[in-house]
């Protein structure tokens, strides 16, 4: 579509019913306002006469004072221009319910504040309902950014600017406050049209503010902008468009405006109120949104007896803050609690798990707004809730709003970011793993939490070499160690003793916190046993799979020979029956062993699927080690990473590891079924024995680790069950 743009002043609409003016909007439409006898609401245009150039448009029109009955009625039609060339327009054809009307267009085109002002003067009292509804055929339909500069042009030249925004920010419920000056601004409601970054409508409920500055030339204003569903962004705010007496107006957003965090809103606006004057209803809401969260603890300050303190506020990488701690509301004054965040909010107090907190109880049992209200026979006090979600913007505030009757508290909360799984354990280790509670919190909270992680992969920061050299050699052994030094120096004094594993190049993979520890008592080992050592140290290793993938960061061998700090060889030639096991199968395969307890009886011999129940089970646990004497290699759903040979490349392929486990045991068993997926199953090898001990759960954290155990199944669970189901 091509226009001649020259400038021509242009005063008034034609009248002789035969030519019109055009207005072009970006390609893709046009505004042709002119005169008629009559016009309806739509018609059919012929571009240039052409019936295969016709499109319907949507008219605007109005009655003309003192006019012809040919030129009765004044009409802005706006025009959709569909044509897959540029096409010089001339003349349109407009098929109404009478005869048919052809304008000629007037050459040059007619800029649009000109074609504004030549219609708002046409239409006199009529204008502001005519403008709005070109505003809004404007912004309605197909979006492009020209129709909304276009439908703020119009507005803008519908009306002159009637005063400025000085201050602006928004409040946690997704309105924005202005503070500025106005002339002609209505107090109270009005409805507006509010420019950003697009054009969108709203609620202005404002209240009088004397000001000094402005002699008799306006009013200041504070007032609270409401967009509804579509919040905007207060930053972007640049026109706030109004009806005044005589026709549209608009406020100006000032190019030095002062931009307000949302915890300074409130007191802001409790200032401007001192002096502000509105109807009962305006300055209720105003009052309300002063009473806002401003970051402060309001919790504390009620004189009910309500108190609420948190152990843990963590956001978890991939979506979600998980929130845990203790609320005290022995009479059942709270009527909700809801977690805030930017501008999401989410009920906790219908959906979290309830946990004992006697130690609550026995805080508050002699504070005199508690005593003789609490129930000695309930400390179920403790909360855990995880609140899917976006993550919490870095600057926004995070918090608690508590409704208590009439009123409503806050309590300010500072998320932790980067979580530990080995935190999460000591968190939930309150949780008996036995009860139903447990199972509740697993289901509700704490499973979906753990398959919404996103954990970073560990990341070797500190490597350090003992006569190490892997260039030339196309496997090696990895030791995953943890915190304890003494296990990872027996295994490798042990392994140094064993003529096949001596000349290997071995890496001892280990938690950052234990590096400076195992790196010297390696070293000594290298230079007494005179082995090739690598000792790494990485971020993010909770336990031996960590440990293995930070690994494989850290050598250029393709073939890897895993083992678990603390797992030992039971005979010797045990790496070279898993290597020729691994030969045979052409280096696709995860070849494991059997592990048995120190008591000789079986701790793993692979993961099998247990048909009957369509279920996976590890077979012989707690048997004798003779069960599966003689028995022969075999194919199995899963092996184990605490002793296995596998390629890098096997793993590489389906990714890694998975990082939404709190141990090793889920963690391995769902690598073997990506890799078996991939095309890499796992065998185990049942003459080929390891010894391991169960160091880590003992007495004191048996029922912690049982209840990581239940939450990696469910999570285990959630992912593998209709693969598990239809496995035959």
């Known amino acids: 579509m091509q226009y001649n743009t020259q400038q ?28 008629a006898d009559a016009m309806t609401d739509q018609v059919e245009t012929l571009l240039n006469g052409d019936p295969s150039m016709s499109m319907k448009a949507d008219t605007i029109c109005w009655p003309r004072k003192d006019a012809s009955a040919d030129a009765a009625t004044g009409f802005v039609a706006i025009v959709p221009i569909r044509l897959a060339a540029k096409v010089r327009l001339r003349s349109v054809v407009m098929r109404r319910s009478g005869p048919p009307i052809r304008y000629t267009l007037i050459k040059p085109a007619v800029p649009l504040a000109t074609l504004i ?94 000001r000094s500055d402005l002699g008799e030339q306006g009013k200041g204003f504070v007032g609270l902008l409401d967009t509804g569903a579509s919040a905007i962004d207060p930053g972007t705010l640049k026109t706030l468009f109004f009806r005044g007496r005589d026709g549209w107006r608009s406020l100006e957003v000032y190019e030095r405006r002062v931009l307000l965090s949302p915890t300074d809103v409130p007191a802001h606006i409790r200032d401007g109120l001192v002096r502000a004057n509105a109807n009962p209803d305006t300055m209720l809401t105003l009052r309300r949104a002063g009473e806002r969260f401003d970051g402060r603890d309001t919790v504390s ?19 979600g803050i998980l929130v845990a701690g203790w609320m005290l509301d022995p009479e059942g004054h709270v009527d909700s609690l809801t977690l805030r965040t930017g501008a999401t909010q989410q009920r906790i107090d219908e959906t979290w798990t309830r946990l004992p907190r006697s130690d609550v109880s026995s805080a508050f049992q002699h504070n005199s707004l508690f005593a003789g ?53 000591r968190l939930i280790s309150p949780l008996d793993p036995r009860t139903a509670a447990a199972g509740a919190a697993i289901e509700r909270h704490i499973g979906p939490m753990m398959q919404a992680m996103a954990a970073p992969a560990p990341a070797v920061t500190e490597i350090r070499d003992f006569d190490f050299d ?21 295994t490798l004094s042990l392994l140094a003793l064993d003529a096949e594993t001596k000349e290997m190049p071995i890496i001892v993979a280990a938690p950052l916190e234990a590096f400076d520890s195992i790196a010297p008592e390696a070293e000594r080992l290298s230079r007494f046993y005179g082995i090739k050592v690598r000792v790494i140290g990485a971020t993010g290793v909770q336990d031996a799979c960590d440990a ?92 184990s990473l605490s002793c296995c040979i596998v ?3 096997s793993i590489a392929s389906v990714g890694g590891f998975t990082r939404s486990y709190l141990g090793a045991g889920e963690k391995g068993r769902d690598l073997c079924l990506k890799m078996r997926l991939g095309g890499t199953p796992a065998v185990w090898l049942p003459d080929v024995e390891m010894i391991s001990a169960d160091n880590d759960v003992g007495p004191s954290t048996f029922p912690a680790h049982r209840l990581a155990q239940k939450v990696d199944r469910w999570s285990f669970d959630r992912k593998w069950s209709l693969l598990i189901n239809n496995m035959r």
């Open 8 to 35: 021509v002043e242009m005063r008034e609409l034609p009248l002789d019913g035969e030519s019109a003016l055009v207005t072009p909007i970006g390609d893709d439409l046009a505004l042709i306002a002119g005169v």
């Open 117 to 210: 002002r030549i219609v708002s003067a046409d239409a006199g009292d009529r204008s502001s309902n005519v403008i709005d509804r070109i505003a809004q055929a404007l912004i309605g339909g197909k979006t492009s950014q020209k129709r909304l500069e276009a439908a703020v042009s119009v507005l803008g030249a519908a009306g002159p600017t009637d005063g400025w925004i000085e201050v602006i920010g928004s409040i946690d419920t997704g309105q924005v406050f202005l503070q500025g000056w106005a002339t002609d601004l209505p107090c109270d409601k009005v409805r507006v049209l509010a420019a950003h970054e697009g054009l969108i409508a709203g609620e202005f409920k404002s209240a009088s503010v004397p």
């Open 301 to 319: 300050d009620l004189k009910v007896p309500v108190r609420i303190g948190m152990d843990m506020v963590a956001e978890i990488p991939g979506g």
């Open 373 to 425: 209200r609490l129930d000695p026979a309930r400390n179920d006090h403790g909360f855990l809730a995880f609140i899917p979600g976006p993550p919490a913007a870095s600057d926004g505030p995070v918090y608690f709003e508590m409704a208590v009757g009439d009123n409503v508290a806050f309590y300010p909360l500072t998320p932790l970011r980067g979580m530990s799984r080995r935190s999460l354990e």
């Open 470 to 490: 892997d260039s030339e050699a196309g496997r090696a052994l990895v030791i995953g160690a943890g915190i304890d030094v003494e296990e990872a120096a027996v």
């Open 548 to 639: 293995f993938e930070a690994a494989i960061q850290a050598t250029k061998a393709e073939t890897l020979i895993f083992l678990a700090a603390g797992v030992l060889p039971r005979q010797a030639g045990w790496i070279s029956s898993l290597e020729r096991a691994y030969r045979n199968r052409g280096g696709k395969a995860l070849i494991s062993p059997t592990i048995l307890y120190e008591d000789n009886s079986i701790r793993f011999a692979g993961t099998w699927l247990d048909q009957e129940e369509q279920k996976l089970v590890d077979r012989y646990i707690g048997y004798p080690r003779d069960v599966v004497r003689g028995s022969q290699p075999t194919e199995v759903i899963a092996g």
């Open 647 to 649: 390629s890098r490349e």
